[in-house]
């Protein structure tokens, strides 16, 4: 017989409010300055940095995440393991990326984000895009990697199934990228997450992740 407690029902009714609420902005379609404007990267870091915040605060405020490593490493700096996790996770996301340009020209499906847009010159967004995809790393990797797979398996959720719905939340809210955005990104969850439950920690999934989108978004804009 199903477990229909009030703990795992209430657990649920957390996650999927937290998720509604960090991420409301893609959920409402809300517009968007154009794409890969100084704006626009601004926009992106402080979403983001607010996502962060809420993160913590909710998980500060719940028993079920008193004992989690993660928090802890916040307040920590990288250490060198750290760092040489996160060039693996980006190596390897980076060879995933070649695999997904070579998919997408075979099937004539491209990612909408990528289409030219007038822009500063990169050295003017440079400090910007470092600081939006460093925000980007964290916020995504804290939520869907660490915050909903912890809070779904309090809830009393499989450990797999709380992966899977973490990796298929993930890649629909990059629905704005179209299918092939939809599709990449649960290929990169999934690997994101197999890697989480190998002991990557926090740093090491954030900045790999953070320093993947950085080169991209710099081979996009060169």
């Not at 407690?5 to 998720?19: C, D, E, T, V």
């Not at 992106?44 to 993660?70: E, M, P």
């Not at 020209?105 to 491209?110: D, E, K, P, R, T």
């Amino acid at each position: 017989m199903a477990d229909l407690s009030l703990k795992r029902f209430s657990g649920y009714i957390i996650m999927l409010l937290a998720y509604i609420t960090a991420w409301a902005d893609i959920l409402l379609a809300i517009p968007e300055p154009l794409a890969f404007s100084a704006l626009w990267f601004i926009s992106v870091l402080l979403k983001n940095v607010i996502r962060i915040a809420f993160v913590l605060y909710i998980a500060s405020q719940l028993t079920l995440f008193a004992k989690s490593k993660w928090k802890e490493a916040l307040v920590q700096a990288p250490s060198r393991h750290d760092a040489r996790q996160a060039l693996v996770v980006m190596f390897i996301s980076l060879g995933c990326a070649g695999v997904g340009v070579l998919v997408s020209w075979l099937s004539g499906i491209a990612n909408p984000l990528f289409i030219a847009h007038n822009r500063l010159p990169l050295l003017v967004l440079f400090p910007l895009l470092l600081l939006s995809s460093l925000s980007v790393g964290y916020a995504e990797e804290l939520f869907f990697r660490f915050f909903m797979i912890d809070g779904l398996m309090e809830a009393g959720a499989p450990v797999n199934a709380a992966a899977v719905v973490s990796i298929l939340i993930f890649a629909l809210s990059h629905h704005a990228q179209g299918i092939f955005g939809i599709g990449f990104a649960a290929v990169l969850a999934a690997f994101y997450t197999s890697l989480r439950f190998k002991g990557f920690g926090l740093h090491s999934l954030a900045l790999g992740h953070a320093l993947y989108d950085g080169i991209i978004l710099l081979i996009v804009l060169a």
